[in-house]
């Protein structure tokens, strides 16, 4: 959730109403509601449990997790109000993920 | 120039960088250039090598500041390109594309789409997890 940090405090209450977040993860649910609600966005957490979704949509990172299992290849991904994809970002090394800043401008140019 | 001096620092700044990552890890600028403490890493080392060749004094204290900082270039740069690397994936993403649907369960467990949420701008971000 790296990659939304800094994402809350900088949009403003009206944005923040404005920007549904879209969290897809297998880890178990809890956690990472307890990590959203620091974050003060619209914000649903999607339990995709055995990545049926990652692998539709192609973000694998095969054999990737601590004990040789897959993972999701971390990507963030900016939709529009019609749905189409008008940002995107796909990590090519896990510990760099998407600056807050790029995130939100690509937001902002949504007119959110 | 003594040798003992420049062993501690060489040493110092080995432990230092990776520290210094990890407790800065929520700082965006510094999370997204782990190529940082693999340089500080090679500077180290290279402070190391310079209290061998140049230094006086004693030699012991350069010698393990020559061990400690190039094991640490090598796991580091070995983590860094091979353990952290995110293979390219053929994903089916397209800007200015719409994404496939799909329905996963929220956090109590309900069905969510995500088309449902079409009116309003999205950030879709997939993880991995806790981190």
Sequence with gaps: MAELQGLGAELSEAEKAGVQVVAVSPDPNER???MAKGLHLGYRFLADRD???CRRYGLIHPRGGPNGEDVPRPATVVLDREGIVRWMSLSTNFQVRPDPGDVLRAVRALGA | MRATPLAVVSLL?????PVAYIL???VPIVRNHPGAYVAAFAVAL???VLALVRGRGRRWPAWIALGVSALLLAGGTWFNLVVARVP???TVL???ERPPDFTLPDAEGRPVSLAQFR???VVLVFYRGYW
């Design chain 2, 13 to 17: 700044l080995a432990v230092a960088a």
């Design chain 2, 88 to 90: 390219m994936t053929p």
């Design chain 2, 24 to 26: 800065l890890i929520r």
């Design chain 1, 32 to 34: 990472s509601h307890t």
């Design chain 2, 46 to 48: 290279a402070l190391a």
């Design chain 2, 119 to 121: 009116g309003k701008p």
């Design chain 1, 51 to 53: 990545l049926a979704v």
């Design chain 2, 94 to 96: 397209r800007v200015g």
